[in-house]
């Protein structure tokens, strides 16, 4: 069963600006991760971040957590035309360190 | 630098046709699932299996058997195609469990079933 939702499940941006997405979760997460897929192709890992984490960044990313919320949000700065993907957050549930429960994704546009 | 890779890339079968899919990883890792994703489903667990010589189900099993008699290799098998199995097929592996779990992906197979 999926547990992570995101939100927006669609979202079209002029490139340039930042492109804020999230994810929320059910239960309680060791950690949750931020893949992307370009179409037609495989998932590919971007980000994690820990349970115990608040804020992590990589590049033009920056994620943040809130536990208390069960809520997680990508923030894509200076966007470009090759960040146009879909974005899944995934959880890795406490106590289950074998299986990740994947949200159903936010198709990302990012317009020239 | 391969990582994961799946054959084939697209199959078209007949209902009733069965088939193998492939997924070999050369990074040793111990962990590698099978997905489907469908429009609108996200990804779902078909098996996966922690080790050489270990399968479990996943969240939809059924319709669908597995092997990993290798490590480097995790066969996906439909034994009799349904049109509900057109889908797009993932393959992942993990290094281990442990508390990152970080999944690297195959570039899929696109199946249909007539």
């Known amino acids: 069963s999926q547990q992570g939702e995101e939100d927006p499940q669609a979202l079209s941006i002029q490139e340039g600006e930042n492109a804020t997405m999230n994810c929320s979760y059910k239960?309680?997460?060791?950690?949750l991760q931020w893949y992307r897929q370009n179409s037609g192709r495989g998932l590919v890992h971007l980000i994690l971040?820990?349970?115990n984490e608040r804020e992590k960044h990589s590049g033009r990313l920056r994620v943040t957590l809130d536990t208390s919320k069960k809520s997680s949000s990508l923030l894509i700065t200076a966007s470009r035309a090759a960040d146009t993907a879909s974005y899944f957050c995934a959880t890795l549930n406490a106590g289950n360190n074998r299986k990740l429960i994947w949200g159903l994704g936010t198709s990302l546009a990012v317009n020239p | 630098n391969a990582g994961v890779t799946q054959t084939p890339k697209f199959r078209v079968l007949k209902t009733g046709q069965s088939m193998t899919l492939l997924c070999a990883q050369d990074?040793?890792?111990?962990?590698m699932y099978w997905y489907r994703q469908d429009p609108g489903m996200g990804l779902r667990l078909i098996h996966y299996s922690v080790g050489e010589g270990t399968t479990a189900k996943g969240e939809v099993p059924d319709g669908y058997n597995v092997s990993r008699l290798k490590k480097q290799n995790f066969l996906l098998g439909l034994e009799s195609a349904a049109p509900s199995q057109t889908s797009v097929y993932f393959c992942?592996?993990?290094?281990?469990?442990?508390?990152?779990?970080?999944?690297?992906f195959g570039a899929g197979t696109r199946l249909s079933v007539l």
């Open positions: 971040i820990r349970s």
């Open positions: 239960t309680s997460i060791n950690n």
């Open positions: 992942a592996s993990s290094p281990t469990g442990g508390d990152k779990n970080i999944q690297y």
């Open positions: 990074m040793n890792h111990e962990y």
